[in-house]
């Protein structure tokens, strides 16, 4: 160790070397003290809810961000004549709608395992070793459901869980079922053009420069962001466009406007962990930001029933 001018001198340096741990806690509480002083003027440089703060200061985010999918299915290519547009279409809606169905994370809803109808389901022990979920058809429920065992989750400790694994039936809403059933019986096939199927639900379009069907963490996000640059973000000059303000974005976003629909209608941390699988903690910390101008409001819709019931 060496003296540095205006950093450390020799005495400090002979200091060190006498009782090096006592050195070290008068470090660790200058530290300390400075970060404390930090954090009460630190502010964040980049606002990760910036791309869709237009939804989610809407009264029903869930239903604003919606309307991409309308968007979608309004600008549907004709199959019998392009295909392949009609496949990245219906794939595109498919992303839009299951993230909002599910609230997962961008790895799982990327890795989700397809069980056409009709074929046997993988095991719930496979696809905990696999660390993957599956969307299969569920005879006894009359619908597609999504299982995804609870070590493939980023927070699979978590309490939500329970060591329980993750099941939802899809609800037969808007159309849902009938995309779905004919992506995975003719628009999947389309998209993977012959080439290996890596049994994912979700797979690239499949051409001469690349023959890898799998989605990988990037090129996963580069479609979701596609997407919402072609459907979501409105041109005024065009007039296509679902929503004004948007920016684009990733499938992490999704999680953000379901949070934070349910937290408007609702006030409750609780319910909100709910639609994203997590803590209320979590939520709290995350998404409170959202709330404080809707308590109110929450609050006297409850009170004014009173009045409306006297009147």
Known sequence: MKPIPGLINAAEITS????????????????????????????????????????????????????????IIKRMPDEDRYPRAAAEAVRS??????????????????QLLVCPRGHFPTSERRLEDMKRGEIRWSDRDRGWEVLIPSNAFKNANSSFFGSKPFRLVLPHLQDLYKYLNAYIERHRGVLLAGAEDPGTLFVKTVKTTSKDAAYNQTTFYEAWRLA???????????????????????????????????????????????????????????YGRFLPQDKAALAARILNQVWETAA
């Open 16 to 71: 060190a070397q006498r009782d090096w741990h006592a050195a070290c806690d008068i470090c660790f509480k200058h530290a300390t003290q400075r970060s404390k002083e930090i954090q009460r003027v630190a502010r964040v440089h980049r606002d990760p809810f910036e791309p869709i703060m237009c939804i989610l200061e809407a009264e029903s985010p869930l239903a604003e961000y919606r309307k991409i999918t309308d968007e």
């Open 93 to 110: 809606f498919l992303m839009l709608r299951l993230g909002l169905h599910l609230g997962l994370r961008q790895k799982n809803l990327r």
């Open 228 to 286: 919402i640059q072609r459907y979501g973000i409105y041109n005024p000059y065009t007039g296509r466009g679902a929503i004004k303000g948007l920016l684009p974005h990733g499938p992490h976003n999704v999680r953000d406007v379901l949070a934070t629909h349910i937290l408007k209608q609702t006030g409750s941390y609780e319910q909100a962990s709910y639609a994203i699988q997590d803590t209320p903690e979590m939520v709290a910390n995350h």
